[in-house]
């Protein structure tokens, strides 16, 4: 897109950003062929005309982000049975690694990870589901391989053992599944005996099984049980299950995560040290660095076993930030780690959790009172400007003939 004028380069940046939220700086670049100091200057003239609002390594668009007034206003009857199986897909997608070799069930809720494995390289995809194959192909390039058989009455899946020779010489890591009915005695149940028995045979060798059931299956029991509770590694399911359902799957030792619409809670199997509950406010859920931010936090309390996890999104808003702070204090967490850009509201967010004795970890951007974790990038610049300096000299006699600064001042 070289040779762009500046009007239509900033028209382009907008566009690109509608179609790919949390694009970088870099990335820009590149495609405009451009320095990224001239892509920084286009990004702070559009944030000048309340277009787009700088974030870390990018931008993203002002129509992007969630209106304060629409959030407050939002009640339980707006949600939809959809949105319920798209929340539980979502964070069950994050669980996917790249290079993995994943099942996925001809569930409904399953299908709604569809659209989140673009993310993911090197996957290679089974299922026994035709529209979710037909989905897969359609948004993905990863490698398909759809299990063959006899197809139900719905027409939307096989179920026959037919096609499960195919699997033998296969890897499979992480199976993803639903079923019609669950409970901890059961386990995962399904109404038809085909349908059962080739998800039990499918699930055989499969070392990881993640559990996606809506709190309206929990509790229902059908005729056919698939898969007992005990080999179930991750289960997932939305916010309106039971208090005593978490504490049994606490008592069964069985991770749980809990997708509300606002917070995600995780709670991981219990060993023996203490337990300890932590609040994650991200930045956004739009932005690729905060999502890898998120998950790398994800990971770490999954890997020490002690740790409840309760993820909330900033939006990229100050007004959110504080309703966030509000509600990870009403779940009595231990610690708050705090992610966002409103440095303003940042004061009042301090204030909140310093009432009510809650220690606060800032990330990236400081707030007085908190354990700040971030790069001093005042340190880092003057350390590289030392160590070019030496190289310089070193190499280069400490002549310099031309100096070119591709930042900005």
């Known amino acids: 897109m070289n040779g762009l004028t500046i ?19 870099g990335d820009m670049a590149e495609i405009f062929q451009v320095a990224e100091g001239t892509i920084r200057n286009d990004l702070n003239a559009l944030e000048s005309e309340e277009k787009l609002r700088r974030v870390r390594g990018g931008a993203v668009l ?93 027409g939307n899946a096989t179920t026959s053992l037919l096609g499960l020779e195919m699997l033998k010489n296969l890897h499979i890591r992480t199976a993803y599944v639903s079923c019609v009915g669950f409970d901890l005695q059961t386990g995962m149940t399904e109404r038809l005996i085909d349908e059962a028995q080739l998800k039990e ?73 203490p337990k ?20 790398s936090l994800e990971r770490a309390a999954a890997d020490l076993g002690n740790i409840d996890l309760v993820v909330t999104d900033n939006r990229l808003s100050g007004g959110e930030a504080l309703r966030v702070a509000d509600k990870l ?15 303003k509201a940042g004061n009042l967010i301090m204030n909140k959790f310093q009432q009510a004795g809650i220690p606060v970890i800032a990330v990236d951007i400081p707030m007085v009172g908190a354990t700040f974790f971030g790069v001093d990038n005042y340190r880092a610049g003057y350390m590289a400007g030392q160590a070019l300096g030496e190289w310089v000299a070193l190499l280069w006699n400490g002549r310099i003939d031309h100096l070119l600064v591709l930042e900005e001042p």
């Open 276 to 295: 300890f509950t932590i609040g994650f406010a991200n930045q956004s859920e739009t932005l690729p660095f905060a999502v890898d931010v998120r998950r």
């Open 62 to 154: 002002a129509s992007a982000l969630v209106s304060e007034v629409e959030i407050a206003n939002r009640t339980p009857a707006t949600v939809t049975h959809a949105e319920i199986k798209q929340r539980i897909a979502r964070w069950a997608a994050d669980t996917i690694k790249d290079g993995d070799t994943i099942l996925l069930d001809a569930s409904s809720t399953v299908r709604f990870m569809v659209p989140h494995l673009q993310q993911f390289t090197r996957l290679t995809i089974v299922t026994n589901g035709l529209e979710t194959a037909r989905q897969v192909a359609q948004q993905t390039s990863h490698p398909l391989l759809l299990v063959g058989g006899m197809v139900n009455r719905s």
């Open 329 to 343: 204090i009403q779940r009595n967490i231990d610690l708050a780690i705090e992610y966002q850009i409103d440095y």
């Open 7 to 25: 009007f239509e380069r900033r028209q382009n940046i907008l566009r690109l950003l509608a179609e790919q939220p949390g694009l970088k700086v």
């Open 201 to 273: 045979a499918m699930l055989a060798s499969i070392p990881r099984i993640m559990a996606l059931v809506g709190s309206n299956k929990i509790g229902g029991v059908s005729t056919i049980p698939f898969v007992a509770p005990e080999r179930i590694t991750h289960f997932f399911t939305d916010s309106d299950v039971p208090a005593e359902f978490i504490e049994q799957m606490r008592q069964a030792k069985i991770n749980l995560t809990v997708c509300g619409e606002n917070t995600v809670r995780s709670f991981t199997v219990e060993g023996d040290r």
